[in-house]
C-alpha cells in the first residue's frame, strides 16, 4: 500500500513539472509542494496576478523618455552658460586690453594734448548692464528649468554667480581708476596748457620784439650785424658808394674770437682794383691794410673773442697811416700808396673779401664775429676825438659814411641785432 502511495505522488509531480515548464504557453505558473503522506495530496497553490508585459514596457519607455529629455535639457542649459561665461571671459580681457592700450596711448603722448577716457569709461558701463542682463537671463532660465522639472545644477549657478561678482568686482576697480587716471591726466593737461600758453607769449613777445627792432632800433646807430660761420655766402654791404676821397678816417667796433685770423672785416673795390682798401687778417698772418693793392702790417690784437674799436686814418701825402686800438694808438707809418687818391663808384662789403668787385668770395677770408658803428670820414680825425669815441663818452657819425640801420644791407643769413654797445663792452670787460 505505501509503495502505491508512493508512486501515485511520483506521478503527480511528474505532471506539475511538465505544466511548469509549459507555463509560458498558457500565461500561469504552479508551485510544487511536498506533502506529507497522511495529507491531501490535492494541489494546494493558487496562481498569483501577473501584469502584462506590455504595461511594463509602457512604463519604461516613458521613464526613458522623461530621462532623455531631462538629459537633453541639461545639456542644453550646460552649453548656454559655458557660451555666457566664454562671452564673459571675453569682455574682461577686452576691457583689460582697452585698459592696457589707454595707458599706453598715455604714456606715449606726454608733450601732447592726452585723450578723454570718457569713452572707456562708457564701453565699461555698457558691459556692466550687459552682465547684468546675462545674470537676469540665467536666473529666467532657471525659473523655466523648475517649471519643466529640470533641475538647474547649483554648482554651476554658484560658479557663475561668483565670476559675474569677481567680474563686476574688478570692472568696477578698473572704472576707479579710469577716473583717476582721467582726473591726473586733466591736471597735467592744465599744466601743459598753460606752459605751451605761456611759451607762446613769450614767443610772440619776442617777435614783437623783433618786429619792431627790424622796423626801427632805439637809435639809428645802436645795432650790430652778426656774421657767425665762415662762408663764402653770409656778409653786408654798405648801399652808399665813395666818393674819391685824398684822406679817410675808418673806425668800428668790432668782436671776433675767430682762429687762426679773424678774417676780412672790410673791404672797398672799384672797377680795375678788387683791392682799393681792405683790411684782413688771414691764417697766422698779422693784420694788414691795403690801399691800391699795397700792404702795410698794423700792430692790433682782436682775436680774444672780446668788443674792440679801431680806428685807421690814412692821407694820400707821403701815405702816411695811424692804427688806433680801444683809443690807444699802436702803430703808424708812411708810404702807403702815396698819392694815390681813393677812387669813387665802388663796392664796400663787411665781412668778406672781393675778388672782383662786388663778388667771388672766399670763404677762407671771411669775417667771424659782430661788426657795429662802421664809420667812414674824408679826412684824418684828431686824436681825442678817437679816444673819446672809444671810451662811449662821445659819438660822431661818419661824414661819408654813417652807421645807420637805413644805409646796411645784410646777406646769406647775416643778421641784425639790437646792441647798447657800451653796455656789452662793459659786461665783456
Known sequence: ???????????????CVRVVYGQNEKGERFLCTAVPIDKDTSC???????????????????????????????KEIIVNQLGTIKELTSKLSRCESDS????????????????????????????MQSLKDRLENLEQQQMRANVSGASF????????????????????KK???????????YNETVAHRQRTDSTLNSLMNRISELEKGGAGFKSPENFKISLPLRTNYLFGQVKKSLPEMYAFTICMWLKSGSSPGIGTPFSYGVPGQANEIVLI??????????????????????????????CITWTTRDGLWE???????????????????????????????????????????????????????????????????????????????????????????????????????????
Open 1 to 15: 500500500m505505501l509503495h502505491l502511495l508512493a508512486g501515485l505522488i511520483c506521478i503527480y509531480a511528474l505532471t
Open 44 to 74: 494546494p497553490v493558487q496562481s498569483l496576478p501577473v501584469q502584462s508585459a506590455s504595461v511594463q514596457e509602457e512604463e519604461l519607455r516613458n521613464t526613458v523618455m522623461q530621462l532623455r529629455e531631462t538629459i537633453l535639457q541639461q
Open 100 to 127: 592696457e592700450t589707454f595707458r599706453k596711448m598715455n604714456k606715449d603722448t606726454m608733450d601732447d594734448v592726452p585723450k578723454d577716457p570718457n569713452d572707456t569709461i562708457d564701453v565699461l558701463g555698457k558691459t
Open 153 to 172: 545644477p547649483n554648482e554651476l549657478r554658484n560658479l557663475l554667480q561668483r565670476r559675474l561678482e569677481d567680474l563686476e568686482n574688478q570692472l568696477l
Open 175 to 185: 572704472v576707479n581708476e579710469l577716473e583717476e587716471e582721467k582726473s591726473q591726466l
Open 281 to 310: 687778417e688771414w691764417g697766422h698772418n698779422p693784420i694788414e691794410l691795403l690801399i691800391n693793392d699795397k700792404v702795410a702790417q698794423l700792430p692790433l690784437s682782436l682775436s680774444d673773442g672780446r668788443w674792440h674799436h679801431i
Open 323 to 429: 692804427a688806433y686800438q680801444d683809443g690807444q694808438r699802436l702803430g703808424s707809418g708812411e708810404n702807403l700808396a702815396p698819392w694815390h687818391p681813393i677812387k669813387q663808384g665802388g663796392v664796400l662789403i663787411l665781412g668778406q673779401e672781393q675778388d672782383v668787385v662786388g663778388g667771388r668770395f672766399d670763404a677762407t677770408q671771411a669775417f667771424v664775429g659782430e661788426l657795429s658803428h662802421f664809420n667812414i670820414w674824408d679826412r684824418v680825425l684828431r686824436s681825442t676825438d678817437i679816444i673819446a669815441m672809444s671810451n662811449c663818452s662821445s659819438y660822431m657819425p661818419g661824414n661819408v659814411v654813417a652807421w645807420t640801420d637805413s644805409n646796411i644791407e645784410v646777406f646769406g643769413g647775416a643778421s641784425k641785432w639790437p646792441l647798447e654797445l657800451c653796455e656789452d663792452r662793459l659786461f665783456d670787460n
